[in-house]
């Protein structure tokens, strides 16, 4: 926000400030009660004291909230705006002194206790302020952790009841009856391949992010079964080599998950999903061939969810783009 754009928002005050100044300088300038001129030449230069910290020190104060987050760097925070506080206001009220003993006949010896104390108060306002900033982030991210306890659970448990619902089982079974007869190695390679799944089900649980190292292992477990199901209807292609990062668990399957779900898949329109890295995101990428669908079957509920999972991750945002493909690209994490 603009400097400008601040003062329109917080034209409201000035007022106040008025009314602060005025009675600062009746109750603290006994030298001032002499004379209605000194008494309004004094009283403006409280006034202006008064903007110049409040207003420069909120600004100031609002623009590091933007840039230093309080509830990831708080000590970082802290320094950093009590340093550009005193930086601020120290050379500002000096500036203010000399100016005012260059065009004006103010005794400004005899009138320092009042700017002194006019500056005092502000800052201690300002401390104020900054104590309620981060009272506020720090409650708004323990909300934050709790709705994200929440909503990674329902992800977790949605998508735990997809696998084991009676379709995915009963298409896992009869594509592993077929298979005892006709490629016994197969079929023993098939069931290895969906206890794998099952088992990161289990072991991932109650964690937030994985290596995607590990994500991959799965990820190819869960492919095999599906290349098996739908043969060469299903085109798959995983290029996640070289990278070390990570991903929040069962992300990339359920978005395999929802291509699958939503699209046509035959011999004459074969789907192709694509997952690769595009610098810093992993990018999932199918051919868009949908089916009729009821709205309740809408694959806009899981996205959404993987949305408020990664913003709870990191900063970066999950960007969904639909063209004449539909992709998602996931940022990668770097922290642990």
Known sequence: ?????????????????????VTMTLFVCTSCRSSMEYFLSVSALTITCWALMWFGNEYLHEYLDEKIDWTKHPIKRLIVGLVVMLLYTVP????????????????????????????????????????RSFLFNWRKTAIDAEKFKRESTVAKFETLRNQVNPHFLFNSLNALTNLVYEDKD??????KQLSEVYRYLLDTRDTEIVPLEEEKKFLNSYLFLQQIRFGDKLKLTVSLDGKTCMVAPLVLQMLVENAI??????????LSIQIYTDGDYIVVENNLQKKEEMVEDSPGIGLENIRKRYEFLTDKKVNVIEREKFIVRLPMIFHT
Not at 119 to 128: N, Q, R
Not at 186 to 191: E, T
Not at 261 to 270: L, T
Request: no cysteine; charged share 15%.
């Open 92 to 131: 500002t009220i000096y500036l203010v002194m000399r100016i005012t003993e260059m065009f004006s006949n103010l005794n400004i010896g005899a009138i320092s206790e009042t700017i002194y104390m006019s500056v005092g108060i502000v800052l201690v306002i300002t401390v104020l302020l900054t104590s």
């Open 186 to 191: 197969k079929a023993a390679k098939f069931i």
């Open 261 to 270: 779900k939503h699209n046509i898949i035959s011999e004459q329109s074969p």
């Open 1 to 21: 926000m603009s400097f400008a754009a601040y003062l329109k928002k917080r034209i409201s005050l000035f007022p106040w400030l008025v009314v602060g100044g």
